[in-house]
């Protein structure tokens, strides 16, 4: 029998508490303790920028999402960015390629000339085949514990960000 590819779809589409599910599952209970979450506040995921994936059962097996942060320089000004993630796949069906379709989906919907630099919390190596690395963040501060080499940053033109400054909510007004 041949499976259907994955189905992208928005992530707005998709159960909110399927989502929480899957976000669970991928990363624990005690996820909510992360800095990313910190970092991110209270903002709402960005549904242009968030996605999910189906398999031919119509079983949510991966999901993406972006979120409005700002890095607040030394002077007090914020300059907005985009927090990718978490990016969580399903534990039985990680290896698949579904991570790397929705890195692929979100960067596509961001266009060429992203309008801002994105940001996130992971693992080098496998982020850096999407653009990202460490290179402009070693002056950056988070709310929370984080490792130097994990927060990763993908702009088009890096001489825009700050050498420092501090990540954390967007506050709007």
């Known amino acids: 029998m041949t499976r259907l590819a994955p189905a992208l779809i928005p992530l707005d589409a998709v159960d ?4 929480e599910q899957l976000l669970d599952r991928a990363f624990g209970t005690g996820r909510r303790a992360r800095t990313a979450y ?17 398999d031919e059962d ?47 989906a979100q960067a596509q919907a961001l266009g060429p000339q992203a309008p801002l630099p994105q940001v996130l919390i992971g693992d080098a190596p496998y982020y850096g085949r999407f653009g990202f690395s460490d290179e402009h963040t ?25 050498q420092e400054g501090s990540l954390g909510p967007w506050k709007n007004g």
């Open 16 to 19: 909110p508490a399927m989502v």
């Open 38 to 54: 910190k970092v991110r506040g209270d903002a709402e995921a960005l549904p242009a920028l968030s996605f999910a994936m189906v």
């Open 58 to 104: 119509e079983l949510l097996v991966a999901t993406i999402q972006a979120w409005p942060v700002a890095l607040t320089d030394k002077a007090g000004r914020a300059h907005p960015l985009i927090m990718v993630g978490p990016v969580a796949v399903l534990p039985e069906r990680q290896g698949e390629g579904f991570g790397s379709a929705l890195m692929l």
């Open 138 to 162: 070693g002056g950056w501060t988070l709310p929370g514990p984080w490792e130097p080499t994990r927060l990763l940053v993908r702009c088009t033109n890096p001489a825009i960000l700050p």
